[in-house]
């Protein structure tokens, strides 16, 4: 267990409203990471962070916003929520040293109508 | 940049038989290859990973894969699959990204069937 929590886990919300969503990890990875899944698509790669106020873009980042100003924090924002942003989120972190692989949190489902 | 291709979408088996699972990914001077399963209406869960060393990784659940440098492959395989390995698996690359991280590349996941 990777002590990763994402708020909300199920979010329905309007065309045009702006969503923030929430990953919470308790043990102070320095790499945190925003994918969203779809159907025939797999995971991409939204945004990602490499240090507090350190982030950079992933393969899909149009109409996302993040911030990193604190270590155990992570927020992903839709400024404008469009229907084509329904998806499931998943936050993840990775370890330093060298090993590589990602923990995933429970993941976020957001519809927007 | 690195890709992933999963070149099934959907394997069918019978129970106890064995199975293999596709992914092919673009090639690189050295990359780091994993598999990751997810079950209905769950996260995603770390099958096994190939970072160096032996080609054959063997993973939890009696999974296993084997990294094939010159065909570009890293296939899974299970010789005797049981109903409860249902699920989505993912095959993913590293791709270095800023400030010492690595991102992952997905594939677009095969979902794996088990009837009885």
């Known amino acids: 267990d990777a002590g990763i929590t994402q708020s909300p886990r199920h979010k329905v919300t309007e065309t045009g409203t702006p969503v923030t969503l929430r990953c919470h990890q308790t043990e102070n990875h320095r790499y945190m990471y925003w994918y969203r899944q779809d159907p025939g698509h797999g995971l991409r790669l939204i945004h990602y962070?490499?240090?507090?106020?350190?982030?950079d873009k992933g393969e899909v980042s149009d109409g996302y916003s993040v911030s990193r100003s604190k270590t155990e924090d992570f927020l992903l924002t839709l400024e404008s929520a469009t229907s084509s942003q329904t998806s499931v989120y998943f936050c993840?972190?990775?370890?330093?040293?060298?090993?590589?692989?990602?923990?995933f949190g429970p993941g976020t489902r957001l519809t927007v109508t | 940049a690195q890709s992933v291709t999963q070149l099934d979408s959907q394997v069918p088996v019978f129970e106890e038989a064995p199975v293999e699972l596709r992914c092919n990914y673009s090639?690189?001077?050295?990359?780091?290859l994993f598999w990751y399963v997810q079950y209905p209406n769950q996260g995603l869960q770390l099958l096994l990973k190939?970072?160096?060393?032996?080609?054959l990784v063997k993973g939890i659940n009696g999974f296993e894969a084997e990294f094939n440098k010159s065909q570009t492959s890293f296939h899974l395989r299970k010789p005797s699959v049981h109903i409860s390995d249902t699920a989505e698996y993912f095959c993913a690359v590293s791709d270095q990204g800023k400030g010492g991280s690595e991102k992952l590349v997905f594939g677009k996941g095969t979902k794996l069937t088990v009837n009885p």
């Open positions: 190939y970072l160096s060393g032996s080609t």
């Open positions: 962070s490499y240090g507090v106020k350190d982030t």
């Open positions: 993840a972190i990775s370890l330093a040293g060298g090993l590589y692989e990602q923990y």
């Open positions: 090639s690189s001077v050295s990359v780091y």
